[in-house]
């Protein structure tokens, strides 16, 4: 991957940032992701946000090297901190990070005032997707587009969100995605057959098991249901 052309994971994100943009990329890595962006022409500006100064000077090498010094800024920061108010940023991408550091980054950049809640949020967590999701929903975000893509292998979910009060989701609404549930693509679908025979495969186990956590097994048994349901 370079800054021209994306992997699909990147590229997914890419096609939910809409054109004329004033992008954060937090945790920017080379600045791949805007620099792509400027080049295409769908961004107006864009901060790249880094916390640690090696990955920051990379962005900055490259951004220099792509010509667009004046449209990215490549800045030193934690998390949403990257963010200033003459910035005027609408849009905020945090992406190929665990699913527990971006909920962070969001709760950290919001206790911080950095989170405005005019801007839109697009998210790929590389795992612990039910707790981003989980941090859209008690924070009042609504999931307006999600997408489900396979790259060298893993599956990735990609969502986008915007504040909104009173929108509100089921438990199964976040752990499948609202909108992935109503999609039901074929790698959606890849996915969850896959995650309910590797969860039968657990349960089996589990009741052969001397002692089996009467918990566990009562949750594994609902997500099964929950699977087998959205499937059919």
Request: aromatic residues 8%; contains cysteine.
């Given at each position: 991957?370079?800054?021209?052309?994306?992997?699909?994971?990147?590229?997914?994100?890419?096609?939910?940032?809409?054109?004329?943009?004033?992008?954060?990329?937090?945790?920017?890595?080379?600045?791949?992701?805007?620099?792509?962006?400027?080049?295409?022409?769908?961004?107006?500006?864009?901060?790249?946000?880094?916390?640690?100064?090696?990955?920051?000077?990379?962005?900055?090498?490259?951004?220099?090297?792509?010509?667009?010094?004046?449209?990215?800024?490549?800045?030193?920061?934690?998390?949403?901190?990257?963010?200033?108010?003459?910035?005027?940023?609408?849009?905020?991408?945090?992406?190929?990070?665990?699913?527990?550091?971006?909920?962070?980054?969001?709760?950290?950049?919001?206790?911080?005032?950095?989170?405005?809640?005019?801007?839109?949020?697009?998210?790929?967590?590389?795992?612990?997707?039910?707790?981003?999701?989980?941090?859209?929903?008690?924070?009042?975000?609504?999931?307006?587009?999600?997408?489900?893509?396979?790259?060298?292998?893993?599956?990735?979910?990609?969502?986008?969100?915007?504040?909104?009060?009173?929108?509100?989701?089921?438990?199964?609404?976040?752990?499948?995605?609202?909108?992935?549930?109503q999609k039901k693509s074929l790698i959606f679908q890849e996915k969850w057959?896959?995650?309910?025979?590797?969860k039968q495969k657990i349960l089996s186990r589990l009741k052969n098991a001397?002692?089996?956590?009467?918990?566990?097994?009562?949750?594994?048994?609902?997500?099964?249901?929950?699977?087998?349901?959205?499937?059919?």
């Amino acid at each position: 991957m370079n800054a021209r052309t994306l992997s699909k994971r990147l590229a997914q994100v890419a096609a939910f940032i809409p054109e004329e943009a004033r992008l954060a990329d937090i945790g920017s890595d080379h600045a791949y992701l805007p620099i792509y962006l400027a080049a295409e022409g769908i961004i107006n500006y864009a901060v790249a946000g880094e916390v640690a100064q090696g990955p920051l000077e990379a962005a900055t090498e490259q951004i220099k090297k792509h010509g667009f010094s004046e449209k990215i800024m490549p800045r030193l920061a934690d998390g949403l901190a990257a963010i200033q108010v003459q910035d005027q940023i609408d849009t905020i991408t945090i992406a190929g990070m665990g699913g527990l550091l971006i909920s962070a980054i969001l709760a950290n950049g919001q206790a911080g005032g950095f989170l405005s809640k005019q801007e839109r949020l697009i998210l790929q967590p590389n795992n612990h997707v039910l707790d981003v999701r989980l941090w859209l929903a008690t924070n009042h975000y609504q999931i307006y587009d999600e997408q489900i893509i396979q790259d060298h292998g893993k599956f990735y979910e990609v969502m986008a969100a915007c504040y909104q009060k009173g929108c509100s989701y089921t438990m199964k609404e976040l752990y499948f995605g609202p909108i992935l549930m109503q999609k039901k693509s074929l790698i959606f679908q890849e996915k969850w057959q896959k995650e309910l025979q590797t969860k039968q495969k657990i349960l089996s186990r589990l009741k052969n098991a001397h002692e089996s956590p009467e918990a566990k097994v009562a949750e594994l048994n609902k997500q099964v249901a929950w699977i087998k349901e959205v499937l059919t």
